[in-house]
């Protein structure tokens, strides 16, 4: 392959990985705002247009009504402030459909010109057919807190309607899929190999210790999407000590003590500085020891 199409399709990838990234933040942003519940329906097409008039936005506003997330947590919600929360939920599934016509359309055209070798075959396929299932996860997940549980759930209760926090660590984990794989593979594209050849020893070890520190980095993002799904994340605001103790006894006091730390507010929070304690030491570890070694466009 001529080194214009690798650079052309290194960019192309790089550029999805880029967008996948930013809807990450944007649900990130959408979380806390506590707006992604505010569309209740999913229509691939007839979901891209918003409300336009007072007549729209009042029959909208009105479908939210009938669902929990109103009914318990948003009583005092006016129309503005509807408003304001299903801007950033739109927002967000435009961006993901954007994200899907960046990789769909691309690797179709690609892959009719000839452009795709075999290899790269093999990592387009699966490409498009995550960031499908990326969007119809993302309705799956969005339901979970749609659905009406009023056995569980009743105003002046302190338990509220939020998506399962297993849906949403789902959905994080399949983005944070997509995101790196098109990033190694655009950055095998635009790096030419005469600049890799020389530090070839040196790259293997690094790539196996980078893959701990990458396995490390996804367990700790995933223990902070549940602490997400739970909105655990103030029920401890200090660290290492945890409500003044190095067991906070609300942990200590679990009881069954079996999948509670996926399902326990008190103890989710616990996980992601656990978790990224061993992370920070493996990155300072492989940049000390390797990464510094190697020359800038070996880096890269």
Known sequence: MSWGRRRILGVWLAGCSVMVGGAVIIGGITRLTESGLSMTQWHLVKGMRPPRSEEEWEAEFERYKQFPEFKVVHQDLSLEGYKRIFQWEYFHRMWGRATGLAVLVPAA???AAGWLTPRLKKRAGPYSVLVVLQGLYGWYMVKSGLASRPSRIQPGTDE???VSQYRLAGHL???LLLYSSML???LGLLAPPATIAPAVGKVNRLRHLVHGATATIFLTC?????VAGLDAGLVYNSFPKMAGRWVPEDIASL???TYQHHREPHHCPVQPPLAGIPMDWEIIFVKKNLFTDLKSSTKV
């Open 184 to 186: 190694y593979t655009a």
């Open 173 to 175: 984990s399949l983005a």
């Open 222 to 226: 995933i223990s902070g999407a549940f």
């Open 255 to 257: 009881s069954p003590k």
């Open 160 to 162: 509220v309607p939020r």
């Open 109 to 111: 055209a690609f892959w």
